[in-house]
């Protein structure tokens, strides 16, 4: 069910109706936490017994940890959690690799195997991390252990945030499913424009760049129209998690629920430093702070060494954390590698900028970054390695015809200024709701733009790129 099917915004409007005509906090929990599982049941009932179970595992050892639990105890209690959850991962995610060989062995003992399949339950990736975070918060004493279960079921399984994020951290969230919640009619308007922003981005623009994309990067060509299907790519991953990510941002409003903003003008970043701060904001915070820190602390007396082991180990784990494959590995190195270098090269770039003055460096930042970004997208894409290391070949050893390739310029051209506009926006204005500081006829005269895009390009999908994680 997505955001944008007529089924999933006739039951938004009715949860949405009733919450509001419900006047005490904890009935409005009860019906969220009946809508998060209800969704979840729709999607997958194995999905659903496995949250339930794994949450109350989660529940079971933070309410352990935050007792008189002496150190080495909760050390041991943190290490479960890790383990249970990077299993449960493993087992649903890399069921791919082993389960060829255990139909193997279970049909040489003359048993059935037509019925055998392990599918992986909807948003795994997304609300494992996040469900983790109810022993993490505790373990780092940032918060104290949730004693109510439906509450951690709740954080867990909130509709919003279920198949692609953003990741909440428990601190965050819980305490606002504690609060009582009063309508404000701003928060719904901000709700109304994230969710419309959002729409636009997934319907107009991926949706639709993904038919050049598809096309440019079509096995037959080579060339040019390879590095121009990259960068269609890279508008149509940005117009469809950064279009998910806002709509989800937008439906927590109108229930009066903040989350976390997940992009924020990423594409402008001037160096992949930056980039990891403007996007996936959610996961990025998330390694940083459960991974890198610790890490680059635990080997600080490395130094500058410290902090590349820290940087490596964070951006395997998020290849690992996106996929299975070995492009997915390639593609977290990828950008170990960049951040490496904008590590050792800090002395460099301090006295380039000194030569040759800032803003002439930071448009040629900007580019490099993007190209650079686009060349990580290029193994995120790729079926396979060979493929992925075909592709990078072919853009640099052919010149090859665009014309050719069977993709529309016009709504790629169009649709790259638009990204442009709006993160130039956003990144000036530091702020996604830069639309409410504008007059009113200047709000509906945008309003009317986006509507008229949605009903004259619409073009129906199959699903986000992310809900594959």
């Not at 069910?1 to 007529?6: C, E, T, W, Y």
């Not at 309003?447 to 999908?461: C, K, Q």
Request: charge should be positive.
């Amino acid at each position: 069910m997505q955001f944008l099917s007529l089924e999933f915004l006739a039951a938004l409007s009715v949860v949405f109706l009733a919450y509001w005509a419900i006047p005490a906090k904890t009935w409005q929990n009860i019906l969220l936490l009946s809508a998060s599982l209800g969704l979840v049941f729709y999607l997958s009932r194995m999905a659903l017994a496995v949250l339930i179970v794994s949450t109350i595992f989660e529940w079971l050892l933070a309410r352990k940890m935050g007792g008189r639990t002496p150190v080495q105890g909760r050390s041991a209690l943190l290490w479960s959690s890790i383990s249970i959850n990077l299993a449960q991962l493993a087992f649903f995610k890399y069921s791919g690799f082993f389960l060829p060989q255990a139909i193997a062995l279970v049909s040489r003992f003359g048993l059935n195997t037509a019925s055998l399949h392990i599918l992986m339950p909807v948003g795994l990736s997304f609300w494992t991390l996040q469900k983790m975070t109810l022993t993490l918060d505790v373990y780092f004493r940032r918060a104290e252990a949730e004693k109510n279960l439906l509450m951690c079921l709740l954080f867990t399984s909130f509709f919003p945030t279920l198949l692609s994020g953003p990741i909440e951290r428990s601190r965050d969230l819980l305490p606002q499913f504690r609060r009582g919640r009063v309508w404000d009619p701003q928060r719904f308007s901000e709700g109304v424009w994230l969710f419309a922003v959002g729409a636009f981005l997934k319907a107009v623009i991926a949706d639709n760049v993904a038919l050049s994309a598809d096309a440019l990067l079509a096995p037959r060509n080579s060339g040019w129209p390879l590095l121009l299907g990259i960068w269609a790519y890279a508008l149509q991953i940005y117009g469809d998690f950064a279009g998910y990510s806002y709509m989800a941002r937008g439906i927590a409003k109108l229930f009066g629920l903040e989350i976390t903003q997940n992009f924020l003008a990423p594409y402008l970043a001037r160096n992949l430093s930056d980039f990891w701060k403007h996007w996936h904001i959610s996961l990025s915070g998330w390694l940083n702070e459960y991974i890198f820190v610790p890490a680059s602390m635990k080997f600080r007396r490395w130094k500058t060494g410290g902090i590349i082991f820290a940087v490596w180990l964070t951006f395997i784990a998020s290849g690992l954390w996106h996929g299975t494959g070995l492009t997915f590995f390639i593609y977290g190195c990828v950008h170990a590698i960049g951040l490496t270098f904008f590590i050792l090269s800090k002395n460099l770039r301090k006295r380039a900028k000194e030569r040759f003055g800032g803003a002439y460096l930071d448009g040629l930042a900007t580019f490099i970054t993007f190209q650079y970004v686009c060349l990580g997208y290029v193994f995120f894409r790729a079926p396979d390695l060979t493929t992925a290391l075909a592709q990078i070949k072919s853009i640099f050893h052919s010149v090859g015809n665009p014309a050719g390739s069977g993709f529309d310029w016009k709504i790629l051209l169009v649709s790259a200024v638009t990204v442009y506009w709006l993160q130039s926006q956003i990144r000036e204005k530091k702020d996604v709701f830069w639309v409410f500081k504008r007059p009113i006829w200047y709000r509906m005269a945008i309003y009317l733009v986006l509507g008229f895009f949605l009903l004259r390009f619409y073009a129906p999908s199959d699903g986000f790129i992310y809900f594959q994680f």
